[in-house]
């Protein structure tokens, strides 16, 4: 068998896959508590353990395993093989050499991708992105995520900083974005950013069951409960999706005329509202586009779900090892 392991690191669990890329499975996961705020050598520490026993646990020598591939949430240098910056881990992470500490830990040849191009390079192997030499991702949750896949290769450009969609200029003149940019993609299509539609339309007193089905809290006000307004037709739940999907559109127009990719995948936990996302971003993909042929390009949900990452993670591993 032609074994990887993907290791992806979160703020609340570390996640570990053993991947047959041969067949295309996870054979075992594991997890573990990350516990960030014990510092970065506790937590490499408690990733190395998780390739110890993911390889035990399965009855196999370490020299039956090809490589490790670690994920993380953030920004990072994959020339050096370090961390740049973890904005959701206590500590930030700042200039950890992190390939070269778990490959002393370990014995294994590692390889480091950021989660969301983990994400992407997993579809585009396994997934909803099978068969599509040029690939766009779109991640969809607490921010924007994304990732490129050019002629069967994953774009990471300078320092492995490439594809960061989410962070794409659709107004100029939009709000501001926590990355400090105005209008970025992020605050038009987020989780927090339909969550907060949903709260001000409450908070305004428009005609909307959203408040109802929250029992009037507005903490409790999420994209989950403005779809499932929308999915019984009201109109303020619809305009949101409408205004999220549209911006979506503008997002993947802009890629279209750059990259002409033969499949748009939208994943992340927004995109389980599936056509009330989906339908609207290709309206507005349409109303945009007219020097590339659209009739060849698929806007798809993702396929792999929570398993996206890890496999990305693991065929990051294998390309990086095989190609040494």
């Known amino acids: 068998m032609n074994l990887f392991i993907g290791i992806d690191l979160g703020g609340t669990n570390i996640k570990s896959g053993l991947v047959d890329m041969d067949a295309g499975k996870i054979i075992c996961s594991k997890s573990v508590p ?6 970065h050598e506790a937590v490499i520490d408690r990733m190395a353990g998780l390739v110890h026993d993911t390889i035990t646990a399965n009855g196999l ?34 200039n950890v050499p992190l390939r070269d500490e778990l490959t002393k830990r370990t014995g294994l040849p590692t390889a480091m991708l950021n989660d969301v191009r983990a994400i992407t390079l997993g579809e585009w192997r396994f997934g909803a992105g099978q068969g599509s030499e040029n690939m766009v991702c779109f991640a969809i949750g607490t921010g924007v995520g994304g990732g490129l896949v050019i002629n069967n290769r994953l ?12 962070h794409m ?18 605050v038009y299509a987020s989780g927090p950013a339909i969550a907060a539609m949903g709260m001000k339309a409450v908070v305004q007193g428009r005609t909307s069951i959203i408040g109802k089905l929250v029992d009037w809290d507005m903490n409790k006000i999420t994209p989950e409960v403005v779809s499932k ?44 509202a599936g056509e009330l996302l989906l339908a609207p971003m290709r309206r507005s993909l349409k109303e945009r586009v007219t020097v590339v042929n659209l009739e060849t390009v698929e806007i798809v949900l993702a396929s792999l779900g929570s398993n996206a990452g890890v496999m990305g993670l693991a065929t ?6 095989n190609e040494k």
């Open 34 to 39: 990350t516990l960030a705020r014990e510092g």
């Open 61 to 94: 020598s370490k020299q039956e395993i090809g490589g490790v591939g670690v994920g993380l949430p953030g920004l990072l240098d994959l020339e050096k093989g370090s961390v740049v910056f973890l904005p959701n881990l206590p500590g930030h992470w700042p």
């Open 155 to 166: 774009h990471l450009g300078i320092g492995g900083q490439a594809g960061e969609l989410g």
């Open 169 to 186: 200029t659709i107004d100029q003149n939009g709000p501001t974005c926590g990355c400090g940019n105005h209008g970025c993609l992020e």
């Open 229 to 272: 307004a929308a999915a019984q037709g009201d109109a303020v739940a619809l305009e949101i999706y409408e205004t999220a999907g549209s911006a979506l559109g503008v997002a993947a127009a802009n890629v279209m005329v750059t990259v002409t990719p033969r499949k748009i995948v939208v994943g992340g936990g927004v995109a389980a």
């Open 316 to 321: 990051h591993a294998s390309q990086m090892v």
